[in-house]
């Protein structure tokens, strides 16, 4: 905005202070605003006004700022009941498409674990355990360089934590690509304030992040009776990925709330 538009950039830093709502429906009103405002002068400076007089009567035939505060208070409270439940269902399409992310993200954390720590750290520990002749034949035939049927069973275990948490990946990659494209079509009405799904983010992540952690120490130091076939690398690498995302969210997060402060 140029220096001579002093009387459009101070009205919109008011409206702008005075605006409720999401940052996103403010922003969206701001701009309409500005474009209205923006289009007024220029007609005004086309009918022969200076550039002073045709800031005011834009400014007058938009609508003071309390007026123009009033108008979009009223018409957030007549929003219907549908568009919440629209943007909550976007939040939740978002979190469950990350959620698949992060689990094919921890799927590659795994197969990192099994080449750096041992196939054990991640899939089966069995001392003591006899498993079933038909399993047996059932593993020894996808691992035909296994000597026994307890080092097929651990290649079996230790791979599936990497195969089936990638193809939860790429569901997840699938799903979010949906989810933007639905965005653009206007799916989302913005409503709900900007730090909502990343609050929502940071409780969920973060809690199966830690007790994952948890679950992880306690199978280390063999406490843990369930999940007795697995190591404590099986969840490990579920929560060092579920903790990042947790942190990225909380970044996200104090953004909004910083720029909440701001206003």
Not at 198 to 208: D, R, Y
Request: hydrophobic share 45%; aromatic share 8%; net charge positive.
């Amino acid at each position: 905005m140029s220096g001579h538009d002093d009387l459009v950039e101070a009205y919109l830093d008011q409206l702008y202070a005075r605006l409720r709502g999401s940052p996103r429906q403010g922003r969206r009103l701001l701009a309409e605003a500005e474009d209205h405002l923006r289009q007024g002068v220029e007609e005004g400076l086309a009918g022969g006004l200076s550039l002073r007089e045709a800031q005011e009567h834009a400014i007058s035939s938009f609508g003071s700022v309390r007026a123009v505060v009033r108008a979009h208070d009223t018409r957030l409270r007549r929003l219907p009941s549908t568009a919440v439940l629209a943007d909550l269902v976007m939040s939740g399409w978002k979190l469950g498409s990350v959620g698949l992310l992060a689990v094919g993200a921890s799927g590659l954390v795994a197969a990192a674990m099994n080449a750096i720590f041992g196939r054990p750290f991640v899939g089966a520990q069995l001392r003591g355990t006899t498993l079933p002749a038909a399993s047996c034949r059932y593993w020894l035939s996808n691992w035909p360089g296994a000597h026994s049927c307890t080092q097929a069973y651990l290649l079996e275990s230790s791979s599936d934590a990497v195969s089936l948490r990638v193809a939860a990946g790429l569901l997840g990659l699938l799903l979010l690509a949906g989810y933007y494209l639905a965005r653009r079509r206007g799916w989302s009405t913005g409503v709900l304030p900007d730090g909502f799904t990343p609050t929502v983010a940071v409780s969920l992540f973060g809690t199966a992040g830690l007790c994952l952690a948890g679950l992880a120490a306690m199978r280390g130091r063999g406490v843990l009776a369930v999940g007795g076939h697995i190591g404590p690398g099986f969840f490990l690498s579920g929560a060092l990925v579920a903790l990042a995302v947790a942190a990225g969210y909380g970044w996200q997060l104090q953004r909004s709330l910083l720029q909440h402060a701001r206003r």
